[in-house]
């Protein structure tokens, strides 16, 4: 009976299907890196972002970078896991800001916020969600360091957003009547306050719907530094071949071997500089599905065509989505064993989370597609991984691994960008590619994202966003009936990491419209002259982590986004509050260390741009701007504004020319200098096409601008004593600002 009655009551003090809740703990953190600290909250699955991505710390960077000791109390942190899940808070202090989160094209500044990461196509109208190209789960602090939650799910962040009970300092307490307010704890205070729907809370809050996760931090002492200390650790940032500098121009899917030839010929006639042609799904004989066999109709001899294409010194790149079909196509039935439940657009989905299907898919690209002529092709177009979801498999797929539809969907985009980047790291190539979905370590990949998005303001935003989120991204130019719109974006598109012209489904050319056409010459010419300057920014990217485009809160070192007043309330719109406007320059960016890039919309006649503390120069014509303010420009039709800093070096082609220098030519190297400080630079050059810079083949040769006693200006290369690469000749000093 006693033995009943104890079963009865422990029936009912533990019912069927009870919740469990552990209570909230401090995580333990082991330094696993220089300044990067690793802690394990529950059981993390096995299947991560950074599995994914697969690249390696890399340690000589890593070491460079100045000692630190964990950034953060770590008492302040905590995890614990809800049923099956696991959530993780983070202190958010006051006049903490907080950036990155994912390549968003809408704001910077991500405070106050609440996102449900998950890889997807943006759309404009979705605003602030989460859902992105690349939705990174890496938050980085203006305190000086950046945190990253490593899951493959669909990461639920709240920033600021929902005061806990137990906070130490919470917000006051106002009555919205008679604005009355009651500090916690302290009696009433000052009625001055205003109202707020959603006070500011003291945490970031990371729900991920696992049984467990890994959690890194990065130390600073600066934001820049827990980025670079991010891309470092990911495997150092990506370094594209010279050529992948160069410029693209996608053809319409239809080519054929013929039409891409004389595409390749009115290029070099126009002399407007060409590295790459695109092709679209038409190189294949089926898309979409894909077959990923090239199309006898159109491509009747793949080999003849592209040793011509090698002559005229230029690159393919491939289009793919990796939807594979139909059933007859050879390499369906070696992936079909590898294939989750569902179909996207009528294709296998194969299971890339496994060895033996990315093996296969390998072996693939490397027999039928490269084979033809490796050195002709260059890269590929990796299309379709991102969303919307009625454009990929359902959240109810399942995969042969048993990783399931939500793990795949935050990994796919990272599994591909490795396979292929691996095929030609294996045959000691370069290659230089595009990608449309994206996730945390993807740094070491040098594949660009882009969209079929065409909103310009919201393109230079995710170009700035790009830097806190170790992925590179590129707006697009296409056809347009306003000269002037493809000119400005044609501008734009040249400084940013992929120059690139997609006419996949236009009968324009760049050329078309004859007002614009030597405006279009010239800034392509500009963006080749530039490659010594864009191949160093990619250099100290891959050696030093530090990002290629620096967004202004990134490359200031200081708040760049300003809230202009809390919210009122408001009789109709909104009676609880009007959102808090943010204004934040989001319009302009760094690319490099030295060139400040403030693009200049379509139909726009001018523009402002934020010049930070220190002296800037106009970078066309080597006149002084403007310092510590806020300038309007009005540029003619053939510049886009870009603004240089005191002193800087901005090394450059000597000469125009039609494609990037090929290994081991010598090339004239003009450097420019701008303002009146002294300038230096350690310029980094290799090979540009081999991984042979892995084994020690490159070169750091500094460049010295000095002034002499009489005023007069002079410069000097040291070069570098265990240098093993220089590609360049005679070198020619101009002094921009010296008049
Ligand atoms: C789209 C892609 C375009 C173009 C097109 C070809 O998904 O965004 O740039 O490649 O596919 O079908």
């Known amino acids: 009976m006693r033995i009943l009655i104890t079963v009865l009551a422990s029936l009912l003090l533990t019912p069927i299907g009870a919740t469990q809740v552990s209570p909230p703990a401090n995580p333990v953190w082991t330094q696993v890196a220089p ?106 602090s203006t305190r000086g360091f950046a945190v990253l939650f490593d899951s493959a799910r669909y990461l639920k962040v709240t920033v600021g957003h929902g005061v806990r009970l137990a906070a130490k300092q919470r917000p006051p307490i106002i ?39 890994d959690v890194y931090v990065f130390a600073g002492p600066t934001p820049m530094d827990a980025v670079r200390r991010y891309n470092l650790f990911c495997g150092g940032g990506a370094l594209p071949p010279k050529w992948g500098l160069g410029f693209l121009n996608r053809v319409r899917t239809q080519y054929t071997a013929a039409e891409v030839l004389a595409d390749i010929a009115e290029f070099r006639a126009n002399r407007i500089p060409l590295d790459m042609i695109g092709l679209e799904p038409g190189w ?11 199309d006898k109709t159109r491509f009747p001899e793949p080999k003849a065509f592209l040793a011509e294409v090698e002559k005229q010194h230029v690159r393919l790149n491939l289009w793919f989505n990796p939807y594979v079909g139909p059933p007859a196509t050879p390499l369906y039935p070696k992936l079909l064993p590898y294939a989750g439940t569902h179909l996207v657009w009528n294709g296998i989905v194969p299971d890339y989370s496994m060895a033996q299907a990315r093996e296969i898919f390998a072996a693939h690209l490397r027999q039928t597609v490269l084979t033809a002529n490796p050195a002709a092709i260059g890269g590929f177009k990796l299309d379709e991984v991102d969303g919307y979801d009625r454009y990929l498999w359902p959240d109810t797929a ?29 045959a000691n190539r370069r290659t230089m590619g595009q990608i449309r979905g994206t996730n945390a370590g993807a740094s070491p990949y040098p594949f660009v994202i882009y969209n079929d998005n065409y909103n310009f303001d919201e393109y230079i935003t995710a170009v700035s966003n790009s830097g806190f989120a170790g992925v590179l991204w590129s707006p697009e130019v296409r056809g347009s009936n306003n000269g002037e719109d493809m000119l400005r974006r044609t501008q734009a598109v040249c400084f940013s990491p992929l120059a690139l012209y997609n006419g996949w489904a236009s009968s324009q050319k760049l050329w078309t419209h004859e007002a614009v056409k030597d405006h279009i010459r010239a800034a392509i010419q500009l963006r080749l002259r530039l490659l010594p300057y864009f191949y160093q920014a990619f250099a100290q990217y891959h050696h030093q982590g530090t990002p290629v485009i620096r967004p202004m809160p990134l490359a200031m070192g200081v708040r760049a986004s300003v809230d202009s007043e809390p919210g009122r309330l408001d009789a109709t719109s909104n009676p609880y509050e009007v959102p808090r406007a943010a ?106 096409e081999t991984f042979d810079y892995e084994r020690g083949e490159y070169s750091w040769t500094e460049l010295i601008t000095r002034k002499d ?31």
């Open 284 to 294: 294949m004989d089926h898309a979409y599905p894909c077959s990923f066999e090239w």
């Open 583 to 688: 204004r934040e320059t989001k319009d302009q960016y760094f690319f490099g260390d030295s060139l400040l890039v403030a693009p200049i919309a379509p139909g726009a006649q001018s523009r402002r741009v934020l010049l930070p503390p220190g002296k800037w120069y106009d970078f066309h014509s080597g006149k002084f701007a403007g310092e510590n303010e806020t300038i309007e420009v009005a540029p003619s039709l053939s510049e886009l504004p870009v603004f240089v800093k005191d002193g800087a070096l901005i090394p450059m082609l000597a000469d125009e020319r039609q494609y990037a220098p090929r290994p081991g030519e010598r090339v004239g190297l003009e450097v420019r200098h701008y303002g009146d400080a002294p300038g230096r630079v350690s310029l980094y050059d290799d090979d540009g």
């Open 35 to 140: 300044g990067v600290w690793k802690s394990t909250i529950g059981q993390p699955e096995d299947l991560t972002l950074l599995s994914a991505a697969g690249g390696k710390p890399a340690a000589s960077g890593l070491a460079a970078m100045p000692a630190a000791v964990f950034p953060l109390e770590s008492g302040e942190i905590e995890g614990r896991q809800v049923n099956a899940n696991t959530t993780i808070r983070f202190p958010l202090a006051a006049g903490e800001d907080i950036y990155g989160l994912g390549v968003d094209f809408a704001n910077l500044r991500r405070n106050g916020a609440i996102f449900e990461l998950h890889v997807d196509h943006w759309s404009s109208s979705q605003k602030i969600t989460g859902r992105t190209h690349a939705p990174v789960p890496l938050y980085v």
């Open 175 to 213: 009555d919205r009547t008679t604005k009355k307010v009651w500090h916690p704890g302290s009696g009433s205070g000052p009625d001055t306050m205003n109202w707020q729907s959603q006070p500011r809370s003291d945490s970031i809050e990371v729900l991920a719907r696992a049984t467990g996760i």
């Open 709 to 739: 006693a009489a005023g007069k200006w002079s410069g000097a290369i040291v070069p570098d004593a265990n240098g093993k690469r220089w590609s360049y000749g005679e070198v020619s000093w101009r002094f921009m600002s010296q008049r």
């Open 398 to 426: 399942v995969f042969p691994s048993g990783h399931d539809s939500e793990q795949l969907r935050q990994t796919y985009g990272l599994l591909l960008q490795h396979v292929v980047f691996d095929v030609f790291h294996q």
